[in-house]
């Protein structure tokens, strides 16, 4: 869709705050769920920062324009955060809504050298800092500056207790329009209709069963006494108060089909097992570094140790389903419908060193990420919180969750995206790409799909990980090596 073409079919919005009679008013000073009100504790003070690449220059007006009547109808976007002064506890309190306050065009030199690096730079800033809670926590950053695959780039900044990432990106998406038909929603690539876990049998309940018990006792190991393996990775104490380097790798969607079709494996066994596959050569050249060894990350000198315990928290969606149309609806009624920080997690270990068969790490990856999904962990990890929230308060609750993720080594999530290609207010975009900063971890990889590209988004300290581009390079590498010794033994196979 020309975009300018997109410009002239909507309609022109006034920009005034939000009236006080709106429905969005009618429930006033609900406190922040559990999980919401642990992002404000000290050592989790956590944001999402999402960059996203447009094919053309950004309208600023255009877009304050119409997000008054999308995003700003949702409830949670036009409240602020207030805390109670004898009590502690935080409410949600509706405010009028000043769009200028929120939406950020910063004045840049058109002549910048370094254009791509800036947009990184820039993001990093973000990362010191923290929003005003005089207002909702959100902001809207508009960059016009042409980068290698975007003519302009937005950069929202939400804290992460307005919702959880796959709210947001639905949310996100649901003020969307497929470019090829501007009444058409896009539809994500994966709609989870189905229950999170299927007890087809006994042997299969008792599965379950076992996994679960497991895994309680990984969590009160780890909280106790259980830490992961001091490497490159691993952030020291105070992380979370660091600023954060966003990275962002991209990779053909198609290749990582083919490794699926070819070892009759998932997407996410995929995903997963080229992460492994490329930390490993990244933590392998490291202690080559350190070693003082010439020897090639993909030699067969293993400089890494076999007795590394490496472990990322994984984040689990915990709802029955993902319906974009419910959040249209939502926002048009100024309702707040089915809401919240909604996820689980798991402690997913990784299988760290040399394997002489590429193919390998996605098989190991397939066995973990099976007993995962043959588990309760992330169900009971989410209820336990609840239960120690109300047993023992937030503090109690903000101690535990602090020492799980400072005993394990990074963050993990894959948040499935759109199929097809989108605008936003008239806005074709080229990627999306979601980070974080703020958790008590040196490194976060989120993976994001979008029409037939997979994006990896590295978040990294870099006073603990210095290079991030050459673990995006790693990353890269790995994928491409697997699917070639994927295609080589299906082709041996059909002989």
């Not at 429930?27 to 989790?44: D, I, K, T, V, W």
């Not at 259980?226 to 954060?244: A, F, M, Q, Y």
Request: glycine residues 4%.
């Amino acid at each position: 869709m020309d975009s300018s073409q997109g410009f002239k079919d909507l309609k022109r919005i006034k920009t005034a705050a939000a009236k006080l009679d709106d429905p969005r008013f009618k429930e006033q000073n609900q406190p922040l769920s559990p999980m919401a009100r642990l992002f404000h504790e000290p050592g989790f003070n956590v944001y999402i920062i999402t960059m996203m690449g447009c094919k053309t220059k950004i309208n600023p007006d255009v877009i304050k324009q119409n997000l008054v009547h999308s995003l700003l109808r949702h409830p949670r976007f036009s409240s602020l955060q207030v805390t109670d002064k004898e009590t502690g506890n935080i409410s949600w309190v509706r405010t009028n809504v000043d769009i200028n306050n929120h939406v950020i065009v910063p004045q840049l030199d058109p002549k910048i050298e370094y254009p791509d690096k800036f947009v990184e730079d820039f993001t990093s800033n973000l990362s010191r800092s923290s929003i005003e809670k005089s207002k909702p926590l959100w902001d809207l950053h508009l960059l016009d500056i042409k980068t290698i695959d975007a003519a302009g780039i937005l950069v929202f900044r939400f804290h992460h207790s307005l919702g959880d990432g796959l709210s947001l990106m639905s949310l996100f998406l649901a003020c969307t329009r497929q470019s090829s038909d501007i009444d058409a929603l896009p539809t994500l690539l994966v709609k989870k209709d189905s229950a999170y876990i299927k007890v087809t049998s006994f042997w299969s309940a008792l599965e379950v069963l076992w996994n679960s018990i497991v895994a309680v006792m990984m969590f009160v190991f780890t909280i106790l006494f259980l830490r992961d393996t001091k490497t490159s990775l691993k952030g020291s104490i105070g992380v979370e108060n660091r600023p954060k380097r966003f990275v962002h790798k991209c990779v053909s969607l198609a290749d990582v089909k083919a490794i699926t079709k070819a070892m009759n494996v998932t997407v996410n066994d995929v995903i997963f097992g080229v992460t492994q596959a490329g930390l490993s050569c990244y933590l392998n050249r490291k202690y080559s570094e350190i070693k003082n060894s010439k020897t090639d990350h993909h030699d067969k000198k293993e400089c890494i140790s076999k007795r590394s315990r490496l472990r990322a928290v994984f984040f689990f969606n915990l709802r029955a389903t993902t319906r974009i149309d419910a959040l249209v609806d939502s926002m048009k009624s100024g309702t707040l419908g089915r809401w919240g920080n909604q996820t689980g997690y798991v402690l997913l270990p990784f299988t760290v060193g040399f394997k002489s068969n590429p193919l390998d790490y996605v098989t190991e990856a397939k066995a973990v990420m099976d007993r995962k999904k043959a588990s309760l962990e992330p169900i009971l990890a989410y209820f336990v919180a609840h239960l120690i929230h109300k047993l023992f308060g937030i503090k109690a609750l903000s101690k535990l969750n602090h020492k799980v993720f400072t005993n394990t080594t990074m963050c993990f999530s894959n948040v499935p995206g759109p199929q097809q290609e989108i605008a936003l207010f008239g806005h074709d975009i080229t990627y999306v790409a979601p980070g974080c900063y703020g958790l008590p971890n040196a490194l976060a990889i989120h993976v994001v799909s979008y029409i037939d590209k997979l994006r990896f988004v590295i978040s990294a300290d870099e006073e603990t990980i210095p290079d991030p581009h050459r673990l995006g390079d790693d990353l890269e590498e790995c994928l491409h090596l697997i699917k070639a010794s994927a295609l080589a033994r299906e082709s041996a196979k059909n002989k």
